[in-house]
């Protein structure tokens, strides 16, 4: 198992155990809400100014999970990879991205809003945010990100 394959976006974020007081859905009846409604923390594992807010679910756990983020504009992905498939619909704004080991702009397609986007498990991908743009990414945990070159990794302390 990768090193940081499980301390995604979510558990290395600011304590696994506050995201089922997050959630937006609780299980329990229909929940119907605002996107200004959403509460949105820093998003560690994108870092640059990324944020995200947990609909539902805990992406830590193996279960379901909706989640979305809010990338700034030029936010660069580097190469990495997710433990699961990963369903990605982009809400606002234009997500570049691209399969592949080797970041190249030119290589990206643009997701504008309604595009979605679906990478298998360990594929690696890449890309970037033009414009402010929010994602929306659903699946199954557990979930996280794995960066091909650790030196990306903006959870790692830079020497």
């Not at 937006?24 to 809400?33: D, L």
Request: a negative charge.
């Amino acid at each position: 198992m990768s090193r940081l394959v499980f301390a995604l976006l979510l558990g290395a974020l600011s304590g696994a155990g506050a995201w089922a007081d997050q959630n937006v859905y609780k299980g329990e009846e229909p929940v119907m809400v605002d996107s200004n409604e959403l509460e949105w923390q820093p998003a560690a594992s994108l870092g640059g100014g990324a944020e995200m807010a947990i609909i539902e679910g805990d992406p830590a756990k193996k279960e379901p999970f909706t989640l979305r983020l809010r990338l700034p504009d030029g936010l660069e992905l580097a190469p990495h990879t997710h433990p699961e498939d990963e369903r990605v619909t982009v809400l606002e704004g234009t997500l570049h991205l691209a399969p592949g080991e080797e970041f190249s702009r030119e290589d990206t397609e643009a997701l504008e809003p309604g595009a979605m986007a679906l990478m298998p498990a360990g594929e690696p991908m890449y890309g970037y945010a033009e414009g402010e743009t929010v994602i929306q990414l659903h699946g199954t945990g557990p979930w996280g990100i794995d960066y091909l070159n650790a030196s990306d990794d903006p959870r790692e302390e830079k020497q």
